[in-house]
């Protein structure tokens, strides 16, 4: 396994090169050693994103970190090779669940939602859409 560090703004991406491609992990992890609610919330996000997308999303979470732009849309962050759900209320949802993504993996770690948080809006927005 190779190890590369890819520098945003003050925080920092370890890159993790396996046989199966890059593997993302926070910086504060490589640091500290230490596992926190912060670094499971980022997990979370990368979890989220690949589910969505069928694949890994470490192209995805690149962009988003190097971007100006926060913002990502329905169609890059979900599976090419299937069709969007035809109901507007999974879709709304699956809109959630990439939103929190997005902040799960903020660079920042300071800035990520609690598991908490997450929880309870995925449960709002899943009770409003039965």
Do not use: W
């Amino acid at each position: 396994m190779l190890l590369g560090t890819t520098k945003y703004t003050e925080y920092s991406i370890i890159i993790l090169f396996s046989f199966h491609g890059p593997l993302l992990t926070v910086a504060e992890l490589a640091y500290t050693m230490e596992v926190n609610e912060k670094s499971d919330v980022y997990s979370f996000g990368v979890l989220a994103f690949e589910v969505l997308m069928g694949k890994h999303p470490g192209d995805l979470i690149s962009y988003l970190h190097s971007s100006a732009n926060q913002e990502i849309h329905f169609e890059d962050a979900s599976d090419p090779r299937l069709s969007p759900p035809a109901e507007r209320k999974a879709v709304d949802l699956l809109s959630c669940i990439i939103t929190l993504a997005r902040l799960c993996i903020c660079v920042d770690p300071q800035s990520r939602p609690t598991m908490r948080t997450v929880s309870q809006q995925l449960e709002m927005k899943a009770a409003g859409s039965e």
